[in-house]
């Protein structure tokens, strides 16, 4: 055997005869950007700031600033424990207890839609959007281009550019009023190739805030129908953007009530039930008749199948139990309302607390917008300062959740706003 004094003058001669390591498969793929959001929050979690506030994520908090899981989901969870019930698949389409109950809250309990409708489970509302780009790719041939309002939730973009469609815009905010600017959405939509796929938030608008009026969705509605285009609602926010779950699904009903514009529809309950991590949402198509949803419905679940087979259980129980146990769903309805009057309160208390500071600003956007996100008008350069000098974190877009601030921290934020915004 060699000595280890003669193994080590070996191991290197060999070393230096072995052949360069080819270059890896990947080498060439790039870093990709940073989450915006994942970013922020990150940046919020190195501040060491007592005063420090996250106003950057979309997802509920308690006056404490603490996560909220409601108590209609709590006792449902108990009730579901106790039927020690199995784990097995669901079929592809999902818990047809919770698919129903689903269906009635969005379109109504009395729709004739509910006997047409094809739904399936899906992973929340991004997996609803991306079944429903999927669909559209595949079956809507004569348009491939979804149309956006601007601005939209930053991952609707993405979702259908991974679905083969083609992704423009209209017009929607007017930064002048920080409101709603009804004229020039109208001519955008009036002006679209006919048979478009238009997405329209069916409450409390992300990142926004600004929703039109009953009067004003007439009008949309109306343009829609002239233009034969479909109408891809986006529910996210029912029942937490007013805290009525039926005059947040107007805008959807009205639509479907009046059969003159193909209407699909994402749903998700990650808000409105915070049932975040749960990932609970269905996507629809409102079909002619039943032997057309059974079409729809058998097309839905090819899409679905080679995707992910079948959606998870865990939260689709959860939230049949809710819809269809009367007492917990009148409990749930009452803490919709709760956390939507929470925030409508923070908006009162902002707003309020700006103007006793003297702002020469005028702040009635914030009350008037609704929903989870106020669209403050701050430039990126305020919101940069926010951060560096008040440990506020925001998107630079300006985008405050305000299920963020809480009555201890909103004369902060407010006094931090107007040193920002006062020169």
Avoid at 96 to 107: G, V
Avoid at 220 to 234: C, G, L, P, S, T
């Amino acid at each position: 055997m060699l000595s280890s004094a003669m193994r080590t003058p070996l191991r290197r001669a060999a070393a230096a005869q072995a052949p360069t390591r080819a270059l890896s498969t990947w080498a060439q793929i790039e870093m990709g950007p940073p989450d915006a959001i994942l970013g922020i929050t990150e940046a919020f979690k190195r501040d060491a700031d007592a005063r420090k506030m996250n106003l950057g994520v979309g997802a509920y908090r308690t006056d404490e600033g603490k996560p909220y899981v409601l108590g209609a989901v709590r006792k449902a969870e108990e009730l579901l424990l106790a039927k020690k019930l199995d784990k097995e698949y669901l079929p592809i389409t999902g818990l047809a207890k919770f698919t129903a109950a689903a269906s009635e809250l969005a379109y109504g309990t009395d729709s004739p839609a509910l006997e047409r409708l094809a739904i399936t489970q899906t992973i929340s509302g991004t997996g609803a959007l991306r079944i429903g780009g999927a669909f559209l790719q595949r079956f809507h041939k004569t348009q491939q281009t979804v149309y956006l309002p601007t601005p939209s939730w930053g991952n609707h973009a993405a979702v259908f550019r991974d679905c083969g469609l083609k992704v423009a815009s209209y017009r929607y905010y007017d930064a002048a009023t920080r409101g709603l600017n009804l004229g020039a959405m109208l001519e955008d939509i009036r002006g679209l190739p006919r048979g478009s796929i238009v997405l329209l938030h069916a409450c409390a608008h992300n990142p926004t805030g600004v929703d039109p009026t009953p009067a004003q969705w007439l009008e949309i509605q109306r343009v829609v129908e002239e233009r034969e285009h479909v109408a891809f609602f986006d529910m996210a926010y029912q029942g937490f953007a007013s805290g009525n779950a039926d005059r947040d699904a107007a805008a959807l009903r009205a639509f479907v009530a009046a059969s003159k514009a193909p209407v699909v529809l994402s749903q998700s309950f990650a808000k409105n039930m915070g049932l975040y991590g749960e990932r609970v949402g269905t996507f629809s198509i409102v079909g002619a008749d039943a032997g057309e949803r059974d079409r729809l419905l058998s097309q839905v679940k090819i899409l679905v199948r080679p995707l992910y087979s079948n959606p998870p259980l865990n939260g689709a129980r959860i939230a049949a139990e809710v819809l269809t146990n009367a007492q917990l769903r009148d409990e749930w309805l009452g803490e919709v309302k709760q956390m939507a009057d929470r925030i409508i309160a923070m908006r009162s208390a902002l707003r309020s607390r700006l103007e006793e500071l003297g702002s020469a600003q005028s702040w009635n956007h914030i009350t008037d917008q609704i929903g989870m996100f106020c669209y403050t008008g701050l430039s990126p350069e305020q919101v940069d300062r926010l951060a560096k000098d008040f440990h506020i974190y925001l998107t630079r877009d300006g985008r405050v959740s305000v299920a963020g601030i809480t009555t201890s921290n909103v004369n902060y934020l407010a006094e931090s706003i107007h040193s920002v915004t006062k020169d």
